[in-house]
């Protein structure tokens, strides 16, 4: 996977780890690879990767290895993206076209901040992270 640096401080600030904690994001791989960063799916979405993927006689932990090599593929192109870009010339939010949420669905990258550590994560969902997090404070 290429490599690309991020400033946490340049991204947008939310409270990952009280997301995370009331259930409202779920981690998308087992762990972060060293020199990696922290991939989350919203709740909302992981319940749609259940219904598309998950099958009964399929133990859970086979659908989480699945979604871990589909994020790190999505990851990996993003580096390659962002390794184009000048230095501090990151979009906070990145989309592609795949198959993961619906066939040929928009899936989205939204690169943020937790607001009580420096600390870059990224959100993949269907939609972007500034759209839930507007309706989350509406």
Known sequence: MKEFVLDP????????????QAGLLCRAERETPAGGIPVFVTRQDWDC???????????PERLVEAVERAVWRLMSHAAATLTRQ????????????????????????????????????????????????????D
């Open 9 to 20: 401080a340049t991204l947008p600030a939310t409270d990952i780890l009280e997301l995370a």
């Open 49 to 59: 990767l259940t219904r598309r993927f998950g099958r009964e006689e399929t133990p």
């Open 86 to 137: 000048a230095p501090g010339m990151v979009s906070a939010t990145m989309s592609l076209r795949t198959d993961l949420f619906s066939d040929n669905g928009e899936t989205f990258l939204s690169f943020v901040r937790d607001n009580t550590h420096p600390v870059a994560c990224v959100i993949i969902g269907t939609r972007s992270w500034s759209e839930i997090e507007a309706n989350r404070l």
